[in-house]
């Protein structure tokens, strides 16, 4: 709220209470004033009443007037004089004010000896409801003696017509009373309140964020000194904890920066270690080669050979050297660091290419490589490097476990891709690759630490226990999942959902080994 709106609603609020407590006042007065009226009056009509009925009850010693002579001066709304003996002396009603209204007071002042006055009917007064007329009743005798009644109708609407136009020029008081009374308070209220607060919000919009600052006050301004103290404490704090901040940054951005540094070194040491797993097994593979192009080479120096034979020689040899050929450049293609930046990648080349790589593995020889590569889709926005790394720790865990079950002849690894629609509005498609062999299986207690990182279920050397982790870091960087289904004696499956990218983006560049 800004300080024009806020001293908008404080004069309205002043001026409202301004009239709101002239007007009670005025409401008060009224009333008081209203009952003192009522009460002259209706004392006026008793003593009136007293003295006219002794003239007529109790007359002077030689003078009997006649009571119509008597009461018949006075213009009575409506009265009635009776004697000790209930008799009508004189009478004066109208339909509003009928003779039994009379009589009912005359006969209960005749009963008790006490005068009284009664209530009749509801009329609006100057705020509210009040009474129409009273009756008044009073007794007639001198020194306590009880000659006879008298009751009279006195109507209050005279009273109350007076205290209307008498309250007339009150309403224009109280609205001039108002007016000036609340430009004072508001003067005041400014002056002493909102002045500073004024002063404090400038200087707030003046604060710059680099500089330093604080509130100034001067001392008549009270309590207003103490807010500005306040202030200033605040703003020093808030001054430090922003230097605090930025140095919590700083160090968070240098430590995200060793993290990523960290991650980039495990990921490299654990493809290390799986291509130095396959190079071992790749020595004995290239071992069988080169001892044949040895023996034909051995053939090819004897001097008797035909030309044919020596060609046929010559071909047998090229034939193996090009099989070493090809395995070195496989695992070359695995072990060379390769640039990082994500492209459109095809899962299922990748595949296919670590399959043939695996195939040439001593450690595939009684293991049977079954793809079912059936995703109508398969490409991914993926770095393909990382992604053949998850793929060939996932195989070299399927190898491993089914050496491990001791199943000679009948190990199979299966790797099957399909499509999933997404649970979100966008129907976004999942690729779903799917790693399962008849291994061993892992129990339910290992199932919750095989990602943790050092965690291996191998005997020491046989396993650095950072396979599935890395894997689990690569797989969540590209955005996907991967999870494991395993019973203990009947196999794993590793499960990998992975989102598809959108075909025929311009900016992607497809990457197919």
Known sequence: MTVRGF??????????????????????????VQGVMVRSRLSEERTLMETLGNLVL????????????????????????????????????NETYTLADLTAGTGAVLKSGAGRSDSLGLTWGVFWWHPEAIRVATPIGPNGAVRGAMASIVPLAPVYDKLRQYNKPVFIYILINTVVLSFIGLYRIFRIYLRPIDRIVRQA???????????????????????????????????????????????????????RRAQTEI??????????????????EIGNPIGIVLGYIDLIKQPDLAREELEDFARRAEKEIQRINTVIRQLLDLARPKEGAPREVAVHAVIEEIVQV?????????????????AAQDCLW????????????????????IR?????????????????????????????????????????????????????????????????????MI???????????????????????????????????????
């Open 7 to 32: 001293r908008t609603k404080i004069a309205f609020n002043v001026a409202f209470l301004v009239l709101l407590s002239a007007l009670f006042t005025d409401v008060l007065v009224v009333l008081v």
């Open 58 to 93: 109790a007359p002077p010693p030689g003078a009997a007037p006649a009571p119509a002579d008597v009461l018949g001066q006075k213009n009575w709304t409506a009265v009635l004089c009776v004697d000790a003996g209930g008799h009508h002396l004189y009478a004066l009603s």
């Open 205 to 259: 919009d003046d604060y710059g964020r680099d500089e330093d600052f604080f509130f100034t006050f001067r001392q008549e301004d009270n309590e207003l000194n103490r807010l500005s103290s306040a202030l200033n404490r605040m703003l020093q704090r808030i001054s430090e904890d922003k230097q605090k901040l930025q140095y919590t940054v700083a160090s968070l951005e240098r430590a995200n920066r060793d993290l």
């Open 267 to 284: 990921i490299r040491a654990e493809k290390m270690a799986s291509v130095g797993r396959l190079a071992a097994g790749i020595a004995h």
């Open 358 to 374: 695996m195939a040439h593995q001593p450690m595939m020889a009684q293991i049977r490589l079954q793809t079912r590569l059936e």
């Open 382 to 401: 993926a770095d393909g490097d990382q992604l053949r790394q998850v793929f060939l720790n996932l195989l070299l865990n399927s190898a491993d476990a």
């Open 404 to 472: 491990t079950a001791g199943r000679p002849g009948t190990g199979l690894v299966t790797i099957a891709t399909a499509l999933e629609n997404g649970a979100g509005p966008a129907e976004e498609k999942w690729l779903v690759i799917r790693f399962q062999d008849n291994g061993e299986g892992i129990s339910a207690e290992q199932i919750d630490n095989i990602f943790d990182p050092f965690y291996t279920t191998k005997e020491p050397g046989k396993g650095t226990g950072l396979g599935l982790a890395v894997s689990f």
């Open 475 to 513: 797989i969540e960087k590209l955005g996907g999942t991967i999870r494991v289904e395993s019973q203990l004696g009947q196999g794993t499956a590793m499960v990998i959902h992975l989102p598809l990218t959108k075909s025929g983006s311009a900016d992607q560049t497809r990457e197919a080994p």
